[in-house]
């Protein structure tokens, strides 16, 4: 699997738009961008994934570049609990199975 | 809740006890995992089940011995610990055999444990 380069900390006021950026240049065509997220001494939560087209969920968007060597998370309206360590990563879906392989992530904390 | 459940939350053992820690998932998938993450540590990935085979082993030692008995039933054995085996366990499931959304890999809240 790609790897990829995420800020190690990053800082957003409750009630603003945080924006996670992630660089996977070296991502192949058949690799999706995955994002979770770790908040503390619980287990990671998946968030959205996307291949090339921008997605949308309840959670978050994910913006991919046209050249798909980077991608952005956005949540819209950060809140506390939003808190957590973000993890992006490039994976590669085959029929046989999946793995996903993390990196450190961003630490994203929301600020009062 | 995730549709992962795993027990105990937390275990403390001792490095000659003999333990188990199990993981139950309701999501009807065919694939489950066992990561850890040490402190500080990104999680790394230690076994792979995939119809009930381990399909992956990634170099663990043999004081970690998992078991599954069924699609939706994951134990990891623990024996003769060391104290650097302290760590969160965190078991997960997906569905093998769809591309797409359907391959998404859940988590439990994992399992705490602590070796003295």
């Known amino acids: 699997d790609a790897k990829t380069t995420q800020p190690t900390s990053m800082d957003c006021a409750e009630g603003r738009a945080a924006n996670l950026p992630c660089n996977h240049s070296t991502i192949s065509g058949n690799e999706y961008v995955y994002w979770y997220r770790q908040i503390h001494s619980q287990g990671p939560q998946y968030i959205i994934h996307?291949?090339?087209n921008n997605e949308t969920n309840e959670m978050a968007s994910l913006i991919i570049t046209e050249d798909r060597k980077s991608s952005t998370l956005i949540l819209p309206h950060a809140t506390l609990r939003d808190t957590a360590v973000y993890y992006c990563i490039v994976r590669e879906l085959e029929t046989s199975g999946s793995r996903l392989t993390f990196g450190e992530g961003t630490q994203l904390t929301v600020n009062p | 809740e995730t549709g992962v459940t795993q027990t105990p939350r937390h275990l403390v053992m001792g490095m000659t006890n003999k333990k188990s820690l199990k993981c139950e998932q309701h999501?009807?998938?065919?694939?489950m995992y066992w990561y850890k993450q040490s402190a500080k540590k990104p999680l790394e990935l230690m076994f792979v089940?995939?119809?009930?085979?381990?399909?992956e082993n990634n170099s663990v030692p043999s004081r970690f011995s998992p078991e599954c008995p069924n699609s939706s039933h994951l134990f990891l054995h623990l024996h003769t610990l060391q104290p650097e085996d302290s760590a969160l366990y965190l078991c997960a499931s997906s569905q093998w055999g769809l591309q797409g959304t359907g391959n998404t890999i859940y988590f439990g809240e994992g399992s705490w444990l602590t070796v003295v």
């Open positions: 996307g291949l090339k």
């Open positions: 999501l009807g998938h065919n694939a």
């Open positions: 089940y995939s119809l009930e085979e381990r399909v």
